[in-house]
């Protein structure tokens, strides 16, 4: 599963626990029902809450409850000096051992987008303890912070998170605007708005074992 280098820095800080993707095949309403055309059915798949009386059953392409997910994020191989050093962006260079010395400028090293780092070069492993589905305006306070958001200094001075915030109906201090704003630094201006289906997966860390390297 791919993460941008904020979200990778709030996994290593142990702020975000949570993540939400959007549903390939979304829920339709018929009648007064959700169902989901083209999802995969199955029996054993984990059944997730969608609305009151109704059980949605698609699987989910992250996967279920015990499975791990091993993290992709921007990186890049040291070289020869260092052939065993992988290094990455999100909190570069201060992961590098202090032993290393001459440690190049950020800017001066040629990174790898985190779409092509295979999984011998994965340095964080999570293990999956709750999946559902939510319409994504449903957030709760609780999970907006689950999602690695940071509280900022001079709250009410932010025109963005202001306008964020008058904009969905809540107060300026709660979480939610800061976390659709988030949202929308990934999924495009109107992606809050949209309020899709989401997958939330909720994970901890666990021991980095690579019993598959390719």
């Not at 890049?76 to 260079?93: I, K, M, T, V």
Request: glycine share 8%; net charge negative; proline share 7%.
């Amino acid at each position: 599963m791919i993460f941008n280098g904020e979200m990778v820095r709030a996994i290593l800080d142990g702020r975000k626990t949570q993540t939400r993707r959007i549903m390939k095949d979304q829920p339709v309403l018929n009648g007064n029902f959700y169902e989901v055309f083209g999802a995969a059915w199955s029996k054993g798949m984990t059944s997730v809450p969608a609305v009151p009386g109704h059980s949605l059953s698609a699987k989910c392409p992250f996967g279920v409850v015990g499975d791990r997910i091993w993290v992709r994020e921007t990186w890049a191989e040291a070289g020869a000096g260092a052939p065993d050093l992988q290094l990455y962006r999100a909190n570069y260079p201060e992961h590098v051992p202090p032993h290393y010395e001459n440690v190049p400028p950020a800017e001066d090293i040629r990174w790898k987008p985190s779409i092509h780092m295979p999984r011998w070069a994965s340095r964080i492993l999570l293990g999956i303890t709750d999946v559902r589905v939510e319409r994504l305006n449903s957030i709760s306070e609780e999970d907006c912070w689950a999602e690695g958001i940071e509280a900022v200094d001079g709250l009410f001075k932010n025109t963005e998170i202001i306008d964020m915030a008058l904009k969905i109906g809540c107060c300026v201090e709660d979480s939610k605007p800061m976390f659709a704003l988030l949202w929308q630094s990934i999924y495009g201006a109107d992606s809050w708005q949209a309020n899709p289906w989401v997958w939330v997966i909720e994970f901890k860390a666990v021991p980095n074992v690579q019993d598959n390297p390719s």
